[in-house]
């Protein structure tokens, strides 16, 4: 594979309704997708960085800089490249900057099962035809809100409800959620809102039959999160805290989580989430994909990872018109009536995206030809 110019769009998508976390409300989503030409050939890649950085340290303006700056022109220094599984071995002298990493490397992939003529998922030795979905509400008003936001989500066929919860916000509306739907498969997303002084809360969420918390305490802690999930039933599950294999290995022999959610992006792509996947596989721990309110683009990746055997509990991979007005790819992606979506056959993401939409909304855009 040799790719002679990489493409950079910035891009900025209004989200349909504002999505809230304990970090942060947001109206809208800027982004950077990559496009990595060879030939006629073109791979795509999003980078899931944020404006400003509260989930982890990078921003669409960091990842940017690292990308033009440093990965592209590290990629170019090597000349061809025989396979994707490459790209992390080429980049391992930067550090950090995950996300920007797994950009380029998803675009290579992405490229590289076209060239091959396969579809993503079955390059990445995915074997399900199709996946089960869930959905990730954001932290609402009331109760009254909240119940009437999983009501509609159910009724479109989503498998589980994630919760976002914070201080103030967590029992009453977990509870609420379990009296009106007994059987419903729920969850809680905390995103780093808790310290282990808040220990009866979790305490109190065990009567609640969920089916995990995530990330209940610091991003950067996998310690305490053991400790809390000595004197506690419900499965932790950890989010910001795994950044690659090595992390996943720390916090499974610590006991930190039971579960894990990998997200491509964090881990700095998709050959360290086959690395995770194996890894969490051999040692019992079952996995699901998280979302980082991507574009279709995104969504697509997330798809093919989760067609591995491992990610056995529906992920947040919802369908298009969960986040969007209109999506930038033909066709949308689609959530069936029984929470499924389902894999792609064609070659690539198998997702083509719209050049009119595309150019739409782009804000600004630089190719970085081969020198
Ligand atoms: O913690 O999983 C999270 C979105 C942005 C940043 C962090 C998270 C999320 C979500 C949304 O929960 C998941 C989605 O893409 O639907
Ligand atoms: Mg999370």
């Known amino acids: ?34 496009e990595a030409h060879s030939g006629d050939e073109v791979g795509y890649g999003e980078c899931v960085a944020m404006s400003q950085p509260i989930y ?35 980049f391992a002298p930067i550090r950090r900057n995950n996300m920007a990493k797994a950009a380029i490397e998803g675009a290579v992939w992405d490229l590289y099962a076209k060239q091959n003529n396969v579809p993503l998922a079955k390059a990445l030795g995915g074997s399900k035809t199709e996946i089960g979905v869930g959905v990730s509400i954001g932290i609402q008003e009331s109760v009254e809100d ?38 419903v498969p729920v969850m809680a997303d905390a995103n780093s809102a808790y310290t282990l002084d808040d220990v009866e809360v979790f305490r109190a969420l065990d009567d609640y039959n969920l089916m995990m918390i995530e990330q209940p305490l610091a991003h950067d802690d996998i310690i305490d999160h053991a400790k809390l999930q000595a004197q506690i039933k419900t499965p932790i599950c950890l989010d910001e805290s795994i950044h690659s294999l090595e992390d996943t ?6 006991g930190s989580c039971k579960i894990i959610n990998i997200k491509i992006g964090r881990v700095g792509g998709l050959t360290e989430s086959k690395r995770i996947h194996d890894y969490c596989l051999s040692k019992d721990i079952p996995l699901w994909c998280g979302g980082m309110l991507e574009s279709g683009i995104g969504r697509a990746h997330n798809i093919a990872i989760t067609s591995l055997a ?11 018109s969960r ?8 066709p ?19 997702y083509q995206p719209v050049p009119a939409l595309m150019d739409k909304y782009t804000l600004e855009w630089k190719g970085i030809i081969r020198p």
């Open 310 to 320: 491992n990610f056995v509990m529906p992920g947040d991979t919802s369908g298009s």
């Open 249 to 254: 290995k720390k916090a499974i022999e610590l």
């Open 332 to 350: 949308e992606v689609v959530v069936t009536s029984k929470g499924t979506i389902d894999v792609p056959s064609s070659p690539g993401i198998g």
């Open 146 to 183: 909240l119940l009437a936001v999983v009501e509609g989500f159910l009724n479109e066929g989503y498998q589980r409800m994630k919760i976002k919860i914070q201080p103030g916000k967590d029992v009453e509306m977990i509870r609420a959620v379990r009296e009106k739907f007994p059987n």
């Open 56 to 90: 982890n340290e990078e921003t669409v303006k960091t990842a940017w800089h690292v990308m033009e700056d440093f990965l592209i022109p590290m990629l170019y220094a090597k000349g061809s490249i025989e396979h994707p599984d490459q790209v992390s071995e080429i």
């Open 1 to 34: 594979m040799k790719i002679n110019n990489f493409v950079l769009r910035k891009m900025k998508l209004e989200l349909k309704a504002p999505f809230q976390t304990s970090f942060g409300t947001q109206t809208d989503r800027e982004f950077i997708l990559v």
């Open 323 to 330: 986040y969007w007005h209109e999506d930038i790819i033909s």
